[in-house]
């Protein structure tokens, strides 16, 4: 059974930063992450491949949010600064797992709430 664990949600004000990890037990092909606000489909936020370490962005956190990946500790960040209402969102880990095929795990997510 794959085990994603995520920390690091909270409340934080408008302009502020918080960083979310995601540790996971295996052969890592990527990590990434995703969001999702009641009512609306999940959306991809970032994304890093674990070989090269090869990042890709949604336009609307690109300047903002860094992704980056400890290989030791097999675990992704998510750096958010100058983070904005629009932010507000449960945040979840994704991770693509090498094997006969690229298996991708969904995290538990975790609550980020932006606000003054």
């Known amino acids: 059974q794959v085990q994603l664990v995520e920390s690091g949600g909270g409340l934080v004000q408008p302009g502020g930063s918080l960083r979310l990890s995601c540790a996971a037990a295996g052969s890592i092909y990527s990590m990434g992450w995703y969001r999702q606000v009641p009512g609306k489909e999940r959306e991809f936020v970032a994304v890093i491949r674990w070989s090269g370490g090869t990042t890709n962005y949604a336009d609307s956190v690109k300047g903002r949010f860094t992704i980056s990946r400890d290989i030791a500790k097999n675990t992704v960040y998510l750096q958010m600064n100058s983070l904005k209402f629009e932010d507000t969102a449960v945040y979840y880990c994704?991770?693509?797992?090498?094997?006969?095929?690229?298996?991708?795990?969904w995290g538990q997510g975790t609550q980020v709430t932006v606000s003054s």
């Open positions: 994704n991770a693509g797992f090498l094997g006969g095929s690229i298996r991708y795990y």
